[in-house]
């Protein structure tokens, strides 16, 4: 297959893991034959500062012209700390997600069965935790009208949802309900706000299309904490965008690290692969950012073009180095892996699953050996 791929590396870790995610695409354009293109554009702040634009026209361009974006991260700390900032590097990415009509980012959440000690939770209480966000990703509160009185006193943020913006992220979630364990938990405030009383009255009215799937409610602040007491209760969770956003950065520690969440973002015609991690501008280029939620991004992209088998080989080199412990230092703190180191290893084995001779001496950091 030839695929033409958008790459928006961004701001602070994104270029870093972003990389990585290439070369696991580029390992498996070898391994299997086909013919990857990657084009590289601007967004963010690193966008603002070339242009002053943090996504500028040719970058959204590109994005349409292409087959998939691959995503790495945006955010800068001299934005997040001037709140009179005339541009922000998050505008890019909200409108690129707009302008791509991307209403629907699914994040899956999995407890690996190598990492049950890494999370701070409790083995018995994550093992066996599979579930799949449908977080709404162009609606609600974050693209609502924005509006802060003359005085800079008072400022407000609306909350707004059509039954169509509804509908449509709705029957995806319930057909991968369908294709999963049947089971759809929707999260609201439905006790407090509008805006999820008509999320409730449309998806109940969908559910009938579709018998054969639990529909059950829950209000925010109980799946937070459900999120933490029980998480393997849940299936598909469906949700509006800011409620998804939070709970898939809580839902994260489950597998151990937000450094292993990665997400499909999908609309009727584009689609775009994101780690669900942002710059994390602490760690920029330092090497000790996990690549592997960017590179399980790249799985997903696999998987939304049916290339199940080149998907399923880097989610099998992503679990060979969990379960060698070839990780950075968010999941291993004695020995950690650099992240480019990660991503060799992860490059090698997709060519290579076979060969025992992949040179694990020389992959660890500092003096350390592996196993
Ligand atoms: N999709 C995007 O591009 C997003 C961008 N942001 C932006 O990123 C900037 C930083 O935001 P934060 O709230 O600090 O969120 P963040 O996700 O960048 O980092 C929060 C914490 O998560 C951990 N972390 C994140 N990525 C990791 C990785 N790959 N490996 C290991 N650990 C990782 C670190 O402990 C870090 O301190 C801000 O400017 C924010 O607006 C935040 C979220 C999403
Ligand atoms: C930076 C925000 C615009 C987005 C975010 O936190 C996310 O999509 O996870
Ligand atoms: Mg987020």
Same mark, same amino acid.
């Given at each position: 297959?030839?695929?033409?791929?958008?790459?928006?590396?961004?701001?602070?870790?994104?270029?870093?893991?972003?990389?990585?995610?290439?070369?696991?695409?580029? @390992?498996?354009?070898?391994?299997?034959?086909?013919?990857?293109?990657?084009?590289?554009? $601007?967004?963010?702040?690193?966008?603002?500062?070339?242009?002053?634009?943090?996504?500028?026209? !040719? #970058?959204?361009?590109?994005?349409?012209?292409?087959?998939?974006?691959?995503?790495?991260?945006?955010?800068?700390?001299?934005?997040?700390?001037?709140?009179? +900032?005339?541009?922000?590097?998050?505008?890019?990415? $909200?409108?690129?997600?707009?302008?791509?009509?991307?209403?629907?980012?699914?994040?899956?959440?999995?407890?690996?069965?190598?990492?049950?000690?890494?999370?701070?939770?409790?083995? &018995?209480?994550?093992?066996?935790?599979? %579930?799949?966000?449908?977080?709404?990703?162009?609606?609600?509160?974050?693209?609502?009208?924005?509006?802060?009185?003359?005085?800079?006193?008072?400022?407000?943020?609306?909350?707004?949802?059509?039954?169509?913006?509804?509908?449509?992220?709705?029957?995806? @979630?319930?057909?991968?309900?369908?294709?999963?364990? &049947?089971?759809? #938990?929707?999260?609201?405030?439905?006790?407090?706000?509008?805006?999820?009383?008509?999320?409730?009255?449309?998806? #109940?009215?969908?559910?009938?299309?579709?018998? *054969?799937?639990?529909?059950?409610?829950?209000?925010?602040?109980?799946?937070?904490?459900?999120?933490?007491?029980?998480?393997?209760?849940?299936?598909? %969770?469906?949700?509006? &965008?800011?409620?998804?956003?939070?709970?898939? *950065?809580?839902?994260?520690? %489950?597998?151990?690290?937000?450094?292993?969440?990665?997400?499909?973002?999908?609309?009727?015609?584009?689609?775009?692969?994101?780690?669900?991690?942002?710059?994390?501008?602490?760690?920029?280029?330092?090497?000790? +950012?996990?690549?592997? +939620? @960017?590179?399980?991004?790249? @799985?997903?992209?696999?998987?939304?073009? *049916?290339?199940?088998? !080149?998907?399923?080989?880097?989610? /099998? +080199?992503?679990?060979?180095?969990?379960?060698? &412990?070839?990780?950075?230092?968010?999941?291993?703190?004695? /020995?950690?892996?650099?992240?480019?180191?990660?991503?060799?290893?992860?490059?090698?084995?997709?060519?290579?699953?076979?060969?025992?001779?992949?040179?694990?001496?020389?992959?660890?950091?500092?003096?350390? #050996?592996?196993?």
């Amino acid at each position: 297959m030839k695929l033409e791929i958008a790459v928006l590396s961004g701001d602070g870790i994104g270029p870093e893991v972003t990389a990585q995610a290439v070369k696991a695409l580029e @390992a498996i354009a070898h391994s299997f034959d086909h013919t990857f293109t990657f084009k590289d554009a $601007l967004v963010g702040a690193i966008a603002i500062d070339k242009t002053g634009n943090p996504l500028p026209e !040719e #970058t959204l361009q590109l994005c349409a012209d292409t087959d998939a974006v691959l995503f790495g991260a945006i955010g800068d700390p001299k934005y997040d700390n001037d709140p009179s +900032a005339p541009v922000r590097p998050e505008q890019g990415l $909200l409108r690129l997600r707009k302008e791509l009509g991307l209403y629907a980012n699914i994040r899956p959440v999995k407890a690996y069965d190598t990492l049950l000690e890494k999370s701070p939770l409790k083995r &018995n209480i994550i093992e066996g935790t599979d %579930i799949s966000i449908y977080r709404e990703l162009t609606g609600g509160i974050y693209f609502g009208k924005k509006q802060l009185n003359e005085a800079g006193t008072v400022a407000s943020d609306l909350c707004e949802y059509s039954k169509e913006e509804i509908e449509r992220i709705t029957r995806l @979630a319930f057909k991968a309900a369908q294709k999963r364990r &049947n089971k759809l #938990t929707l999260v609201d405030k439905a006790n407090v706000l509008e805006s999820s009383r008509l999320w409730r009255k449309v998806v #109940t009215e969908i559910s009938k299309e579709y018998p *054969d799937v639990d529909l059950d409610f829950l209000f925010v602040d109980n799946a937070a904490m459900q999120m933490i007491l029980n998480p393997s209760q849940f299936d598909v %969770i469906l949700t509006e &965008n800011m409620f998804g956003d939070i709970i898939s *950065d809580e839902a994260s520690v %489950i597998g151990g690290s937000i450094g292993l969440l990665a997400s499909a973002s999908v609309g009727d015609t584009c689609c775009m692969f994101e780690p669900i991690h942002g710059s994390y501008p602490q760690a920029t280029g330092k090497g000790i +950012a996990n690549p592997i +939620a @960017a590179i399980l991004s790249a @799985a997903m992209l696999l998987e939304h073009f *049916d290339l199940l088998e !080149e998907s399923q080989a880097i989610k /099998n +080199a992503v679990e060979k180095a969990l379960e060698l &412990n070839l990780t950075t230092p968010d999941l291993n703190s004695i /020995n950690p892996l650099t992240t480019e180191k990660v991503g060799d290893f992860i490059y090698d084995y997709i060519l290579n699953p076979e060969d025992s001779n992949i040179n694990f001496e020389n992959i660890h950091v500092g003096q350390s #050996t592996i196993i």
